[in-house]
């Protein structure tokens, strides 16, 4: 074994040497073989590799098992990625340092590790404060242990730093007085802690700062800032050293509640899964991406859920924020939501009792969601909407649309208002219905608008029976393709602004698609039906909007224009002259150029219409005059109950207005 220092001359002068060819490294900083040449001899070690121990010296009296403490990270040789001197060798003054801490300070709050965080604060290096090492220490039980360090080089992974607070190290004396520990000179290093200074002392560093992290008034860790050159420690630089610590603690605050928090969401979303539910008739895809927020999972869910009738109920919501509460609250929203559903409750009364829940659990706080009962059977959906997006539909072509769903107000906006009204709709074979919130649609700085048209132009090419491939184009319209796993993500480099954290939202993603039977649906058909009520305005509005949808690839302009105006005079003469909601229904069908267009709007009422003459200023009357006019063929139908009035249209080819 290797003898101490201590009372050994020849030993002293290879530290000196040492010393002189360490300086001389730090002053190159381009020829990487002269580096190679000047590097320091390891000093005399133990067979386990470990620093030998001075024969001459006393024992440590706190008693640490060699076993279990490493070296300080300061004993360490430095890194390669110790950051270089600036070029400008004039001091800094006092604004531009002040300047330099601002703008460091918002690097190190974007920060999200302690690692990215200390090499955040490498750019506070200038000639007079020659910052070169750092290391930040933690508090485990009766030891001091290594959380993250720069400027030092690794040890490996056998050599793991564990100090017991009762030994004689300046950070151990930070977390048994709170004060911090400023040693300008090695000479006062090896005096006030005589045990452990030889294990730095033949490192090249010239000055030592420990400084107290506290948070909440509780001291969480230590800092310690390390000097290749001396720093006399003058109020200026103590007044930066512990601004500096006081983002240091900060940042491992954010860290330790981040790990807690991130292991939280993680089961979390293990809760949720990814497959939906297996029933014959329907097929689910669903999808989970986190965008926001640093955690794995935030406030959006979605659900699949086996009812004992039969039948299968499908949920998808948003709990406002992205924090670990809103995680939380979702977890309780999404068991009460499946535990109303199980009790057999329909679409309106889950939401409603679901709002009420949400309120008693916190005030603050409100969901949106839309709950569907499914029958597999006949592809009959039952909606219910709580200030969610809409769902959009993919008919068998690929032809997509918003379906426009009456709704209440969100989950426990307003207690005591819960009214959410039930939409019928069919699902037709190989159709499919989408929900997604709304990070989707605006993740990327879209509006709902443009955010819409992102994800139409995904979610319509290719065939429907690839139910999964579909979630993974709308997924990668919004995130791009998946990172391959064997292709590591370059380091990003945190002053600039661009790779900071987003503060952007979650995306949960729901598709459902109704299974086509022993006969294949005719694909050159296209089919959207709806329902008008009385009273609510907004029903006519929505049709036509779903009426241009379906007309989307329609030849001339002018004919979808034509079709939406005999339309509304069909569902709007229902609206005004009976007191019976309206029934539209509108199926495209042939081929391309020579397709036609067949709208029926049915009422219950008895009363058939009659065409006639209208005055000039008359209020009424015009709507059949228009439908001889404009349509290609129409007719009245009676019905059992009621009657239906119909038109159609031949696609025409010719160029607008010809």
Not at 566 to 585: C, F, K, P, R, Y
Request: aromatic share 4%; with cysteine; hydrophobic share 40%.
């Amino acid at each position: 074994m290797g003898g101490g220092a201590r009372g050994n001359p020849a030993r002293r002068g290879e530290d000196d040497a040492e010393l002189r060819q360490i300086d001389a490294l730090n002053r190159l900083h381009t020829d990487p073989s002269a580096r190679e040449e000047l590097a320091p001899d390891p000093p005399d070690a133990a067979e386990d590799g470990r620093p030998a121990a001075d024969p001459g010296e006393a024992p440590d009296p706190s008693g640490a098992d060699p076993e279990e403490t490493a070296e300080p990270p300061e004993a360490a040789d430095a890194a390669d990625e110790a950051p270089a001197a600036p070029a400008d060798g004039a001091a800094a003054s006092p604004r531009h340092r002040d300047a330099l801490l601002v703008d460091t300070g918002h690097t190190v709050a974007d920060a999200q590790s302690l690692d990215e965080a200390l090499r955040a604060l490498n750019a506070l290096r200038t000639p007079d404060f020659p910052l070169d090492g750092q290391a930040v220490f933690g508090i485990n039980g009766g030891f001091l242990s290594k959380l993250a360090t720069n400027g030092f080089r690794a040890a490996g992974p056998e050599r793991i730093f564990r100090m017991p607070l009762s030994t004689g190290y300046p950070a151990t004396e930070v977390v048994r007085t709170g004060r911090p520990v400023f040693l300008a000179t090695a000479e006062e290093y090896r005096s006030r802690f005589p045990v452990t200074y030889p294990l730095t002392a033949h490192k090249g560093r010239r000055s030592w700062a420990f400084l107290p992290l506290t948070a909440g008034g509780r001291l969480n860790g230590v800092w310690l800032a390390a000097f290749r050159t001396p720093v006399a420690f003058t109020e200026d630089e103590r007044t930066l050293l512990t601004v500096t610590a006081r983002l240091v603690a900060q940042a491992l605050e954010r860290t330790r509640v981040g790990e807690a928090e991130i292991a939280l969401s993680r089961g979390l979303r293990s809760s949720m899964g990814r497959a939906g539910a297996a029933i014959k008739g329907l097929s689910v895809a669903t999808r989970y991406v986190p965008t926001g927020g640093g955690l794995m999972v935030g406030g959006d869910w979605f659900d699949s859920i086996d009812l004992p009738s039969g039948r299968l109920a499908l949920v998808i919501g948003d709990v406002q924020g992205h924090d670990v509460h809103a995680a939380s609250l979702m977890t309780q929203l999404r068991t009460a939501v499946h535990a109303y559903a199980s009790e057999g409750h329909g679409p309106d009364a889950v939401l409603a009792r679901a709002s009420r829940f949400l309120t008693e659990l916190d005030e603050d706080r409100f969901a949106t969601c839309v709950y569907i009962e499914a029958d597999p059977e006949t592809g009959l959906l039952q909606l219910a909407r709580a200030g969610h997006p809409h769902p959009v539909m993919r008919l068998p072509d690929g032809t997509c649309m918003i379906k426009h769903v009456p709704g209440g107000l969100p989950l426990g906006l307003m207690p005591g208002g819960e009214d959410y009204p039930v939409t019928l709709m069919q699902l037709h074979e190989q159709e499919v219905l989408m929900l997604c919130t709304d990070g989707l649609i605006e993740t990327g700085g879209y509006d709902m608008y443009s955010g819409w048209v992102r994800v139409r132009d995904a979610m319509a090419p290719g065939p429907g029976d690839d139910l999964e491939r579909m979630a993974d184009r709308l997924v990668e319209a919004v995130n791009g393709p998946a990172q391959s796993a064997d292709r590591a993500r370059p380091e990003p480099d945190l002053r600039r602004a661009d790779v900071r954290a987003r503060n952007e939202d979650d995306i949960a993603l729901l598709l459902v698609r109704r299974d086509a039977g022993e006969r294949l649906p005719d694909l050159s058909e296209r089919r959207l039906v709806l329902a008008i009520e009385q009273g609510r305005g907004e029903d006519l509005s929505e049709a036509r909007a779903e009426l241009e949808s379906l007309l989307h690839d329609w030849a001339r302009s002018d004919q979808v224009d034509t079709a939406v105006l005999l339309a509304s005079e069909l569902a709007g003469n229902v609206l005004m002259h009976t007191d019976q909601s309206a029934a539209l229904v509108a199926v495209v069908a042939g081929d391309y150029g020579r397709r036609v267009l067949t709208v029926e709007v049915t009422d219950r009422g008895d009363e058939l219409p009659h065409q006639r003459a209208p005055g000039e200023l008359a209020s009424s009357g015009r709507g059949l005059v228009l439908l001889d006019l404009l349509a290609d063929a129409w007719g009245v139908r009676p019905e059992a109950e009621g009657k239906t009035v119909w038109f159609s249209l031949r696609e025409d080819t010719a160029a607008d207005g010809g």
